[in-house]
C-alpha cells in the first residue's frame, strides 16, 4: 500500500525545558522534563537525519532556553549539512556575539527573539529575569550585525497590550525582517494564568486595529503575523495547520507529538524516538491517526464547510475545556461547549490577579 502522508513541513526540536526566564504564559508543560531526561548529543544528530530523510525542510531549536544546550552549535552545524533551514527560538538573554558568530559559521539561518514588553521594567516582570530586556535588545541587534533574518516575537496580553506601538517601533528600528504579535493560548502555564492574562473584548478590537494600521504604514518593510487569542474568537484556527499534518515536535526527553502541547491529552500514549524512527511514527503512529484528517470529527464539525480549513480547531484545548479531545473545539460559536469559552471571558477579574510563574526549580541546572 502507498502511503498518501505528505511527510511534515517542519521539526520543531525542544531541546530543553531548561530556561533562565519564567513566563507566565510558557507553552512548556506544568511538569518540566530535568536535564537528566534530555536526548543526548547523538540521538539528536540521529532525529535530524531521520527528518531530512522523511522530508523535513525546516528546524526550529527551540525549548525552554535553547542556548543553554552545549552541543547547539554541532547541532546546527549538522543541521546545515543536511541541507535543513534552521531558525533558533530564543529568549535571547543567554545569546552573546561570540556565540551568535559560532552559530553563523555553523550555518544558522534565522533567529526569533522573544520580548515580553516594550517597558523593560514590566518586560523583566513578566520574564521573571531582572535585566533580561535589555539583554534581549543587545541579542537582536547582534544577530542583525552578524548577518541573520531576524524574528521578534512578542506575546501580548491584558497586562502589556498599551505598549503594542512602541512593540512594532522596537521591531523596525531593530531591522526585523518579521515580527509576531501573538495573543496568548491558554496552554500549559498560560491555563493557570488565564484570569491574569486575557484581554477585553475592547482590548483585543485596540490592537488589532492598532496591528492593521502598522501592517500598511510598514508595508514592504516589516512583516507582521498577528496571532488572535481563541477566547475572542467566532470560528478555531487551524492548531499547527491540523493535527499531524504539517509540524512534528520532538520533546527534550524524546516524546514525539503532532503539536507542541498534545502531552497534554490523557489516554493518548505519544511514541518515543529512542525507540521508533521519525518516519514510522509519522506515518504510522496511532496518536498521530487519531486526529488526522476529518474522519474522527463529530457533529458539527463532520458536516462543516470549514472542516478541512481548521481541522477540527485544537485538541488541547477541547480536552482543557471539556476534559474530551474528540470534541469539538469550545473556541467554535457552533461547540455545544462554547460556553465554557463565554463563561471564562465573563468571570474576568477587573483587575488582574497575581501571576503563577513557571518554575525551574533547580536553578544551577539550567545552565550546567
Known amino acids: 500500500m502507498v502511503n498518501t502522508i505528505d511527510p511534515p513541513m517542519g521539526l520543531v526540536a525542544e531541546l530543553t525545558h531548561r530556561c533562565p526566564l519564567q513566563c507566565p ?11 537528566g531526561a534530555e536526548l543526548d548529543t547523538a540521538t539528536w544528530r540521529r532525529v535530524l537525519h531521520e527528518a531530512a530523510a522523511l522530508g523535513v525542510l525546516q528546524l526550529h531549536l527551540s525549548g525552554g532556553e535553547p542556548t543553554v544546550r552545549k552541543d547547539l552549535v554541532e547541532l546546527v552545524r549538522a543541521a546545515a549539512a543536511l541541507g535543513l533551514y534552521s531558525n533558533l527560538i530564543t ?7 561570540p ?30 529575569f531582572a535585566g533580561g530586556h535589555a539583554r534581549k535588545l543587545t541579542a537582536a541587534r547582534a544577530a542583525r550585525q552578524a548577518g541573520l533574518a531576524l524574528t521578534l516575537n512578542f506575546v501580548v496580553h491584558r497586562q502589556n497590550l498599551t505598549q503594542l506601538p512602541a512593540m512594532l517601533d522596537i521591531a523596525e528600528v531593530l531591522g526585523a525582517g518579521r515580527v509576531e504579535i501573538a495573543h496568548v493560548q491558554y496552554h500549559g502555564w498560560a491555563l493557570p494564568n488565564r484570569d491574569a492574562l486575557l484581554p477585553s473584548r475592547a482590548e483585543l478590537d485596540r490592537a488589532t ?10 508595508k514592504g518593510r516589516l512583516v507582521i503575523d498577528y496571532v488572535v487569542p481563541d477566547y475572542h474568537a467566532r470560528r478555531p484556527k487551524a492548531c499547527m495547520g491540523g493535527w499531524g499534518r504539517r509540524f512534528i515536535t520532538v520533546t527534550p526527553a524524546g516524546k514525539a507529538l503532532p503539536c507542541h502541547v498534545a502531552e497534554s491529552l490523557a ?15 509519522w506515518h504510522d503512529a496511532p ?21 478541512e480549513i481548521d481541522w477540527g480547531g485544537c485538541r488541547c484545548q477541547a480536552f482543557a475545556l471539556t476534559g474530551d479531545a474528540s470534541r469539538t473545539d469550545p473556541a467554535c460559536e457552533k461547540s455545544p461547549d462554547h460556553a465554557t469559552i463565554l463563561a471564562a471571558v465573563a468571570a474576568r477579574s477587573t483587575t488582574p490577579p497575581d501571576f503563577t510563574y513557571r518554575r525551574y526549580t533547580n536553578a544551577r541546572e539550567i545552565v550546567d
Open 209 to 218: 486595529a492598532t496591528v492593521e494600521a502598522a501592517r500598511q504604514r510598514l
Open 267 to 281: 489516554g493518548l500514549a505519544f511514541p518515543s524516538v529512542r525507540e521508533q524512527s521519525l518516519a514510522a511514527i
Open 99 to 128: 556565540l551568535l558568530q559560532r552559530l553563523v559559521q555553523a550555518g544558522l539561518d534565522h533567529v526569533q527573539i522573544s520580548l515580553q514588553d516594550a517597558d523593560p521594567g514590566n518586560a523583566d516582570r513578566i520574564g521573571g
Open 287 to 307: 496518536a498521530f491517526a487519531r486526529f488526522r484528517g476529518t474522519s474522527w470529527m463529530p457533529e458539527p464539525c463532520r458536516s462543516c464547510d470549514r472542516r
Open 25 to 35: 504564559y510558557c507553552a512548556n508543560p506544568v511538569a518540566l522534563h530535568r536535564s
Open 91 to 97: 529568549s535571547g538573554v543567554l545569546l552573546d556575539a
